[in-house]
């Protein structure tokens, strides 16, 4: 008994493109024509066909299937090696559904990076903004450093900055920045990569900067920029101060 492409197709379970595609690409061979030009499946046809879904829908890739197919060890090793990929998606996908659960609940967000979700009502909208623009500058020994900053933040003047209004006077601005510099001047002492990033980038030092000096000024309000730049002074003088300390103490 012989079978059409479509007759074959439907037993088989799947359609007469695919199995024209399967020709194409050299997975299953062109069967014998009668006189009509009408092609002719055999049994055999049908066995490679189902043999062929079967792969697929355990995962084999199309152009693996010929090797998973043939005998020996070189079957065993294909298979090793889609075993593991598999391995990788199903973590990959495992990891998806733990965090769209943890939003679906309402202890997760969208708006920070991956491993982030537990600091994430730490951060002010423009801080999670930053630090998802941080993670594609950084690699992830900075953006873990990064994470452990904001765990160890103290929240009070991280609040009074996150709620610091634009045309804030001079007076707030100041006092601010005293009581910011020390958490500041902290981070630059336990991660001295701070102020030479250069072995943790993704991208160039200049577009590193240049990101991040646009990002700010988007992100943040006038009066915190200032803040930040007095606090920022202020901490390197604290470290400039305490270094000259050591060194007094120093034999």
Same mark, same amino acid.
């Given at each position: 008994?012989?079978? @059409?492409?479509?007759?074959?197709?439907?037993?088989?379970? /799947?359609?007469?493109?695919?199995? #024209?595609?399967?020709?194409?690409?050299?997975?299953?061979?062109?069967?014998? #024509?009668?006189?009509? =030009?009408?092609?002719?499946?055999?049994?055999?046809?049908?066995?490679?066909?189902?043999?062929?879904?079967?792969?697929?829908?355990?995962?084999?890739?199309?152009?693996?299937?010929?090797?998973? /197919?043939?005998?020996?060890?070189?079957?065993? &090793?294909?298979?090793?090696?889609?075993?593991?990929?598999?391995?990788?998606?199903? &973590?990959? *996908?495992?990891?998806? #559904? $733990?965090?769209?659960?943890?939003?679906?609940?309402?202890?997760?967000? !969208? =708006?920070?990076?991956? =491993?982030? &979700?537990?600091? $994430?009502?730490?951060?002010?909208?423009?801080?999670?903004?930053?630090?998802?623009?941080?993670?594609?500058?950084?690699?992830?020994?900075?953006?873990?450093? *990064?994470?452990?900053?904001?765990?160890?933040?103290?929240?009070?003047?991280?609040? &009074?900055?996150?709620?610091?209004?634009?045309?804030?006077?001079?007076?707030? #601005?100041?006092?601010?920045?005293?009581?910011?510099?020390? !958490?500041?001047?902290?981070?630059?002492?336990?991660?001295?990569?701070?102020?030479?990033?250069?072995?943790?980038?993704?991208?160039?030092? /200049? +577009? !590193?900067?240049?990101?991040?000096?646009? @990002?700010?000024?988007?992100?943040?309000?006038?009066?915190?920029?200032? +803040? *930040?730049a007095r606090a920022s002074v202020i901490?390197?003088?604290?470290?400039?101060?305490?270094? =000259? /300390?050591?060194?007094?103490?120093?034999?």
């Open positions: 008994m012989a079978w @059409s492409t479509r007759e074959i197709a439907e037993l088989a379970g /799947t359609t007469v493109n695919t199995v #024209r595609h399967y020709h194409q690409v050299g997975l299953l061979e062109q069967p014998d #024509r009668m006189s009509n =030009g009408y092609k002719q499946y055999q049994v055999r046809h049908l066995v490679r066909l189902l043999k062929i879904r079967r792969l697929r829908d355990l995962g084999v890739p199309l152009d693996q299937i010929d090797d998973v /197919t043939l005998d020996g060890d070189s079957s065993f &090793e294909a298979l090793r090696a889609i075993d593991a990929d598999l391995a990788v998606s199903i &973590e990959r *996908l495992q990891r998806a #559904r $733990a965090e769209i659960q943890a939003i679906l609940q309402g202890s997760s967000v !969208t =708006g920070v990076p991956a =491993g982030f &979700e537990d600091v $994430a009502p730490r951060l002010s909208k423009p801080d999670q903004s930053l630090m998802l623009i941080y993670s594609q500058l950084y690699d992830d020994d900075a953006m873990q450093d *990064l994470r452990t900053m904001i765990r160890e933040d103290p929240e009070s003047p991280s609040k &009074e900055f996150d709620g610091l209004a634009p045309d804030a006077d001079e007076t707030v #601005r100041a006092e601010l920045a005293e009581r910011y510099a020390p !958490t500041i001047a902290g981070a630059l002492r336990d991660y001295p990569w701070l102020s030479e990033p250069g072995k943790h980038l993704s991208k160039s030092l /200049t +577009v !590193t900067r240049d990101t991040i000096v646009e @990002s700010l000024s988007a992100l943040y309000n006038p009066a915190q920029l200032d +803040v *930040l901490a390197g003088a604290l470290l400039e101060q305490e270094q =000259g /300390t050591k060194d007094e103490q120093t034999p």
